[in-house]
DNA sequence: CATCGTTTGTCTAGTGGATGAACAAAGTTT
DNA sequence: AAACTTTGTTCATCCACTAGACAAACGATG
């Protein structure tokens, strides 16, 4: 009792074949024999299947396999270099590009440190980077499936940015311009979404279905994997968890609201608090997260007690988050994540200490794997994925003989 | 690309099947024709469906409907009277019971003040009211066809109640002890998650697809209602947003956490601060919620400022759920939303003060118009869709000539 | 009141896709 | 070499939806 569309034999088919493709995806060799078993579809089935999903290259057939004491099965393969996605993840003060195979593997990697630009100037460093990324794509069937750009920002159900405020940008409708340019499919997301997403497919997150994943950069921004799904809210912008209040009478926070968790736990945060440490005459560079965990990791008791708090305070909205969602897995990622070692001690203690006994059965804390490329792997494996679904899913394509 | 499932002409009539019947029930009257223009199925299709719906009973035929400048059409009615629900809202200090059919209208209502009880005297009094309702319905096809619980408690995903620490309760089962009295189909379900279930279906929630219940008694639960499904998290323990921390070193509460929400926010808060105040010399009753509230109607000065006090902190508590979701709709609901005059302006006010404009855009916040039926009409449907669901979607009834 | 156009609902032949069984091809085991 | 296994294709069959024909029922019109 869920779904309003009607049923025939042709969803039934492109279901089936979605299927198929998925099974062959998820496991690196398989053959005929073991999709149908697998799947509880028909040999046959899987066969007429199988020989359209050849005839449009997104699968190959390798050799023969092992016998397991009769005829050897020809092994299938997903195709995963029949088209490249490329993946920009958008940040305050760099442009990181990535071109990757269909599964989001990475082929080439471009990143650009940037500074105070204005939207023309960061458009034209988006550019050359995207077209240094397309040049450098091997030739393949599909060629170039999609760009993905994920932006530190509100960003609607019809992807224009509404608001970037450490961009200074706003209601900005990067996709159209994008569209214009390229003419291809543009996928524009908010970061810590495309984050969530990146970490589900390829990160540490692989194999659960209910993850929060924190990004904790010059703010803090969240995204929701539910139920396997990435969760945007009624007009895509949930997850501003940075604006969640942790000190109802706190201090004052740009966004009009009072004693808001990026004020306590971010890298806006720390730097602010270093600002009015004894550090400033201990370092002679520039105060910043690389120079702070320097100092931590040469035995800096100031630099190591400013990572402690923003560890208790991560602890605090973590423990909200997990008494709120009962979440799987939760995932610290961006920057601030690379800090894990000075963080995780008061983080886990704090968290260890308040949680709810029956939230923290089943739960892993983890810090991102993929490092800084969360965000443009997932952009990436949006356009991928939609491609994808847009070849399964196409319209009755008649043979024009 | 999302199911795992395989796809077969029997998924397909089984869905188109639903459909027909969800489309009965949406329209309280409409002909075999017109469920075809608005489904898109094809005219045989439906009248075949329609034909296999009147054998179980699930719809009846009433008169010819107005003829459109043709024949007229036969018009179809979802037999709400096929069979009956009953949903009890087990509560701290009250159970209340109702029977409804099918489409969730009360046809009988029960219910006991209790007040310090063993779990076996509560079941005794849970035995009673279930008892006096099954007795009371009247006879038809299905009978009774389920009976719901939603208990004020950590229930997990086989419906155990691991914890209720106002009832003093733990680890207990009492689904399969309603099962092996009555023999029927039984749902045990958080009373937050049931109260938004309930809100969603009869209430002000009816056209909403992203909901927040807040459920403000004694304690605070909420229940999720995301992308039009109830959220229940990994293991069925989402939504103990009581328990978000809204002063990081607040008073500690019994949960093991500080600051938490409903130590600022619920009724339990709301009578403490009251034992405090100057009121008790004021009342020569009890201090309660209703005592509290005929004060606050007679112009005392204290019981206003309570109530604005905890107006305060719920729109603190719900300020972060709206920067967390992004929903529709709030709606707050239980014993507290009786005081809405007096808690609505100071948590507005708080609100619009602290919320990011763009959440703010097509939100409502709504005090429940269920009165405090939410819940058990709640549970109440949560049996008659099982029932529903499992007559539509039953195995591959063979004709047993 | 007869005729025509319209709408409703049923019926039947046809279509698309899944299924099961038969079968050939290509192995392994004895 | 014979017997058994496993793989993958082919083909007849089944099942549910579809299109279109058709009869029944109704309003409008002359």
């Known amino acids: 009792m869920k779904s309003t569309k009607t049923w025939n034999q042709q969803v039934v088919k492109q279901e089936n074949k979605a299927l198929v493709l998925e099974t062959i995806i998820a496991n690196s060799q398989i053959s005929r024999a073991d999709i149908a078993t697998s799947t509880g579809l028909n040999k046959g089935t899987v066969s007429s299947l199988v020989k359209e999903l050849l005839d449009e290259q997104l699968i190959n057939e390798v050799g023969p396999g092992k016998s397991s004491g009769g005829r050897r099965p020809v092994m299938l393969l997903f195709n995963e270099l029949s088209g490249y996605s490329i993946g920009v993840d958008l940040g305050v003060n760099y442009i990181l590009g990535v071109l990757t195979d269909l599964r989001g593997n990475i082929c080439q990697e471009k990143k650009t440190n940037i500074s105070d630009l204005t939207y023309e100037e960061i458009l034209e460093e988006l550019f050359a980077i995207i077209d240094t990324l397309i ?8 060629g170039i499936v999609g760009i993905g750009v994920g932006v530190p920002g509100i960003v609607n159900k019809d992807q224009k940015i509404l608001l970037a405020p450490n961009l200074n940008w706003k ?3 990067l996709k159209s311009e994008l569209e214009n340019k390229y003419n291809l499919p543009i996928v524009v997301e908010n970061e810590a979404n495309a984050g969530a997403y990146g970490e589900k497919n390829f990160g540490v997150g692989k194999h659960n279905d209910n993850i929060i994943y924190v990004s904790v950069g010059i703010g803090i921004g969240v995204g929701l994997i539910l139920n396997g799904e990435l969760y945007r809210g009624n007009n895509g912008f949930s997850g501003e968890f940075g604006h969640m209040a942790i000190e109802a009478d706190g201090a004052k926070c740009s966004c009009g609201s009072n004693g808001c968790w990026e004020l306590y736990a971010s890298e806006k945060s720390l730097l602010f608090n270093a600002q009015r440490s004894d550090l400033k005459e201990t370092l002679d560079g520039e105060l910043s997260l690389e120079t702070i965990m320097k100092l931590a990791e040469s035995g800096n008791d100031t630099a190591q007690q400013l990572f402690n708090r923003i560890g208790k305070y991560l602890g605090v909205g973590i423990n909200n988050i997990i008494n709120i969602f009962n979440p799987e897995q939760v995932i610290i990622g961006n920057q601030m994540a690379e800090a894990a070692q000075w963080l995780e001690p008061s983080m886990m203690e704090w968290i260890e200490e308040q949680s709810l006994w029956f939230s923290r059965k089943d739960l892993t804390i983890d810090f991102s794997g993929l490092q800084t490329h969360s965000t443009a792997l997932g952009v990436a494996a949006f356009s991928a994925e939609n ?9 009755n394509n008649k043979y024009a003989l």
Do not use: L, N, R
Request: glycine share 0%; hydrophobic share 30%.
């Open 135 to 142: 040049k450098s794509a091997p030739s393949s069937p599909y």
């Open 171 to 173: 209601s900005i409708d």
């Open 387 to 395: 491609f994808i679904s847009s070849k399964v899913f196409q319209e």
